[in-house]
Nanobody, 126 residues
Framework: QVRLVESGGGSVQAGGSLKLSCAASGDTSSRNCMGWFRQAPGKEREGVAAFYPSGGATIYADSVKGRFTISQDNAKNTVYLQMNSLKPEDTAMYYC???????????????????WGQGTQVTVSS
């Protein structure tokens, strides 16, 4: 079991920055793939960024490459998503997720992740 709690969402103007945090507890193995996803009203949940802590590999959605960075503080069992140059189209509920032991490889597919947090809202105004 992995428990995930997101925080750090809020409202910002376009061009601004936010840093989301995801505190993990339970089975927080470094072999778990960790990912950030988002879902806007009326749209499907989509992968934003994911990484494999043990190997250091990361992947990003094309829409956020160069603007978002996923990272982890092992001592705090916390995963971060630094979001810069935010755009109105980044507005969504953001979720943290874990894929235990990364059994499916490093992906951005929501179906590949088993544990989810409750989400934190990000709103970007123009």
């Amino acid at each position: 079991q992995v428990r995930l709690v997101e925080s750090g969402g809020g409202s910002v103007q376009a061009g601004g920055s936010l840093k989301l945090s995801c505190a993990a507890s339970g089975d927080t193995s470094s072999r778990n793939c960790m990912g950030w996803f988002r879902q806007a009203p009326g749209k499907e949940r989509e992968g934003v960024a994911a990484f494999y802590p043990s190997g250091g590999a990361t992947i990003y959605a094309d829409s956020v490459k160069g603007r978002f960075t996923i990272s982890q503080d092992n001592a705090k069992n916390t995963v971060y998503l630094q979001m810069n140059s935010l755009k109105p189209e980044d507005t969504a509920m953001y979720y943290c997720a874990a894929d235990p032991f990364c059994l499916r490889g490093l992906t951005l597919l929501p179906a590949d992740f088993d544990y989810w947090g409750q989400g934190t809202q990000v709103t970007v105004s123009s």
